[in-house]
């Protein structure tokens, strides 16, 4: 079994469903003759025809309206936004029509889309490359938001986004793309939504951190771990609908805890899950909960771009803050 990277697991799950289930439909800008931007649909037109892997229009508003109608009628189409800062023209087709339609309709349709999109900053793009607003749809009720950081639970998630009956917004942090190599086995195995994973065990402090942003807290985890501090570090994966008893869980061990996403902090999806912790396990915090995020201004160009990701020294910078407060 070879080791393969993260965007290598997507197109596997997607050959792995397009060759189970012929009602599988995967279209969006370049994803056929080109394999994607970034390769992630790479071969899938040539072993699956030009009936399963289709090239669109630039027109996002288009490729989000057409994968309802294709949902509604029986199909399980997977749409890609070519990057998520180009979602936004396709924005009142997700929030209006595929995340309602289950209601809309009283349950007599279900609308089982995914909507893929790279997401991120990191790799030195230009404006509209590089957003992180996943906030936007997890605050929509009827979507499910996921974010996969490795290649098995891209490839995992995927398969159990694609199957799913409502529509999930499937965010690729491209940053990490091919950041590192993991043995996937193409077996078909789904991993659970809507769970968190748990990526390292500690007793002194809780990381949160989703996408891109895990591989610094790891590093962070990895660095407190030589100065004696035992860090658990949490992946939600699923930041809609969250799995807030996983972190609770962790919190009942190490009474504080740091979250961390490189999404602009205001309003962004630590506020969330501090709000969750504060209000069902408030008597558990020895200390405030704290957030390490990117800033409130639109993501710079590369050369500043490093300066807006958390990176390792700010997340220690976090975590020491919480562990002096005073319990």
Not at 30 to 35: A, F
Request: aromatic fraction near 8%.
């Amino acid at each position: 079994m070879a080791a393969i990277t993260l965007v290598e697991a997507v197109t596997l799950a997607l050959a792995h469903e397009l060759r189970q289930d012929k009602r599988v439909v995967v279209f969006g800008q370049d994803v056929g003759v080109n394999g994607g931007v970034f390769r992630a649909t790479d071969g899938l037109q040539a072993e699956f025809g030009t009936d399963r892997v289709l090239d669109t229009p630039l027109a996002e508003n288009m490729i989000a309206g057409i994968a309802i109608g294709m949902a509604a009628q029986g199909l399980r189409p997977v749409a890609e936004f070519q990057f998520m800062g180009f979602i936004y023209p396709g924005f009142d087709q997700v929030l209006n029509h595929a995340a309602r339609l289950r209601n809309r309709t009283r349950g007599r349709l279900s609308c089982p889309i995914v909507y893929r999109a790279p997401y991120g900053g990191g790799i030195h793009a230009p404006e509209h490359h590089s957003e992180s607003t996943e906030a936007l749809f997890a605050h929509i009720p009827g979507l499910r938001v996921v974010v996969p950081s490795s290649p098995a639970r891209a490839y995992g998630l995927l398969l159990a986004a694609i199957r799913d009956p409502d529509p999930v917004v499937f965010l690729e942090p491209k940053r990490i793309y091919r950041a590192a190599r993991q043995e996937v086995p193409d077996d078909g195995e789904a991993l659970p939504l809507d769970h968190c994973f748990r990526l390292r065990e500690g007793s002194d402090i809780t990381l949160v951190a989703w996408g891109a942003a895990l591989k610094e807290t790891l590093a962070a985890a990895e660095a407190l771990a030589s100065e004696g501090v035992e860090a658990e570090v949490i992946d939600p994966a699923t930041l809609k609908p969250l799995d807030i008893h996983t972190i609770i869980d962790s919190l009942e061990k190490t009474r504080r805890c740091v979250v961390i996403h490189e999404a602009a902090r205001f309003g962004g999806l630590g506020a969330e899950i501090i709000a969750q912790v504060n209000e069902y396990a408030f008597d558990l915090l020895d200390a405030p909960v704290c957030r390490v995020t990117g800033y409130d201004t639109v993501m710079p160009y590369y050369r500043l771009e490093n300066h807006y990701l958390p990176d390792v020294d700010r997340i220690l910078a976090g975590v020491r803050r919480t562990l002096e407060y005073p319990a």
